[in-house]
């Protein structure tokens, strides 16, 4: 069994900072591929930033230059550092990883149960 626990919104102001956090435990093998997906109200998931095993970074257009992805690879954590906060950025966000678990010679894909972001004045 393998959970990912995220941590670190909240309400912030506009033009403010936070530090998302997601711990993944349980029987891993090894973790590949870790993304921050967010979702706002009446909109649909969207994929916000992954980071590869290997070191390969992506961001969503809208994100560029204010967000940073990173990992924690002796941690089993992936970290999303969000500046320069803007009220679209409202969302609850998630984690996702692409996870192998040990006995298994398959990876799979898990989810996080979300943590809210607020920008608000």
């Known amino acids: 069994q393998v959970q990912l626990v995220e941590s670190g919104g909240g309400l912030v102001q506009p033009g403010g900072s936070l530090r998302l956090s997601c711990a993944a435990s349980g029987s891993i093998s090894r973790i590949y591929t870790m993304r921050w997906y967010r979702q706002a109200p009446e909109k649909q998931r969207e994929l916000v930033a992954l980071l590869t095993s290997g070191g390969i970074t992506n961001y969503a257009d809208s994100v560029k230059g204010r967000f940073t992805i990173s990992r924690d690879n002796a941690k089993n954590t992936v970290l999303l550092q969000v500046n320069s906060l803007e009220p679209e950025d409202t969302a609850v966000y998630y984690c996702?990883?692409?996870?192998?678990?040990?006995?298994?010679?398959?990876?799979?894909?898990?989810w996080g149960q979300g943590t809210q972001v607020t920008v608000s004045s």
């Open positions: 996702n990883a692409d996870i192998q678990t040990i006995g298994s010679m398959i990876r799979r894909n898990y």
